[in-house]
Nanobody, 114 residues
Framework: QVQLVESGGGLVQAGGSLRLSCAASGSIFRINAMGWYRQAPGKTRELVATFTTTGATGYVDSVKGRFTISRDNAKNTVSLQMNSLKPEDTAVYYC????????WGRGTQVTVSS
């Protein structure tokens, strides 16, 4: 059974920081690249950060230098440290495999006020 449970979102002022965490079931975590996605109101879901099984990371241009993805293989968790947050980062954030599976967790809301 696939499990993806995101946490750590909240309301923060522009320039602030948040750290998101995702607990994933071991069955998908160990053999897949993992990523953080986000969906802002009225927009399509986008992949913002990736962490492969070999340790490579990748970021969408809009978050490069501000967000850092990390992965704990022993705990089956993937995290996203978000610094220098901007109002345009406001979205629901989800973790999933990369490419994404058809299962999505509930996500965690991030709201950045100006």
């Amino acid at each position: 059974q696939v499990q993806l449970v995101e946490s750590g979102g909240g309301l923060v002022q522009a320039g602030g920081s948040l750290r998101l965490s995702c607990a994933a079931s071991g069955s998908i975590f160990r053999i897949n690249a993992m990523g953080w996605y986000r969906q802002a109101p009225g927009k399509t879901r986008e992949l913002v950060a990736t962490f492969t099984t070999t340790g490579a990371t990748g970021y969408v241009d809009s978050v490069k230098g501000r967000f850092t993805i990390s992965r704990d293989n022993a705990k089956n968790t993937v995290s996203l440290q978000m610094n220098s947050l901007k109002p345009e980062d406001t979205a629901v954030y989800y973790c999933n495999t990369v490419p994404n599976s058809t299962y999505w967790g509930r996500g965690t809301q991030v709201t950045v006020s100006s």
